[in-house]
């Protein structure tokens, strides 16, 4: 099973809030990615996380806050987003943070801000 | 910076027609995958190759990398409408950054 799941499908917030995006895969994988798509775009990669522990943070602002529960869990908490933020944010997971490795993706949480 | 240029952007053919999407670069790559990605979905891991020369087939699709792991290419035989998608290639870093360098994508569109 290659399957990676991400809560919510889709989701509207203001500029004020504070809403969470989830993210678990079951494959013992030990790499977790956060990226960010806009439209007609490719993947942008935001955050990796390996062995629990935050490995590249690309410069995100820090209304992007990741958190790394547990080896199965990935989530992003986010807080006064701006509507440029508006666009589809994709978790994946590789065996390890390491090249060679496939990454396999969740379907992603559209994500728009008003 | 390592990058991965996709040719053609768009490509709109009629069924049973076949098509190549290539994906080039400069540099030298330790693997690259290919994923399909439909509107609102995450892209979906089609194949990964990682010899240079290596040529894979899934059903009607044939993904091969050059042989100086510089560039690969997609072939499709006999399109369907169901191949419809965005194809991605994506390149592991060799530079040591560890991490997935993405192609711009190629907008595929298979007319009944």
């Known amino acids: 099973d290659t399957e990676v799941t991400q809560t919510p499908k889709h989701l509207v917030m203001g500029m004020t809030n504070k809403k969470s995006l989830k993210c678990e895969q079951h494959m013992g994988h030990r790499a977790m990615y956060w990226y960010k798509q806009k439209a007609k775009k490719p993947p942008e990669l935001m955050f990796v996380?390996?062995?629990?522990?935050?490995?590249i943070n690309e410069s995100v602002p820090s209304r992007f806050s990741p958190e790394c529960p547990n080896s199965s869990l990935l989530n992003l908490h986010l807080h006064a987003l701006q509507p440029e933020d508006s666009a589809l944010y994709l978790c994946a997971s590789s065996q390890e943070w390491r090249n060679g490795y496939e990454q396999y993706f969740g379907p992603g949480t559209r994500l728009t801000v008003t | 910076t390592q990058l991965l240029e996709q040719s053609p952007q768009f490509l709109s053919i009629q069924e049973g027609e076949n098509l190549t999407v290539y994906c080039n670069s400069s540099s030298v790559f330790s693997s690259l995958q290919w994923y399909r990605q439909e509107p609102g979905e995450g892209p979906v891991l089609l194949v990964t190759?990682?010899?240079?020369?290596e040529v894979k087939k899934l059903k009607r699709l044939t993904f091969q990398f050059g042989d100086a792991r510089k560039d690969s290419s997609l072939h499709i035989t006999a399109a369907q409408p169901g191949d419809t998608g965005l194809y991605l290639c994506?390149?592991?870093?060799?530079?040591?950054?560890?991490?997935?360098?993405f192609g711009q994508g190629t907008r595929l569109t298979i007319n009944p």
């Open positions: 190759v990682v010899t240079g020369g």
């Open positions: 996380y390996s062995y629990e522990k935050l490995s």
């Open positions: 994506a390149g592991g870093d060799i530079q040591g950054a560890q991490k997935l360098v």
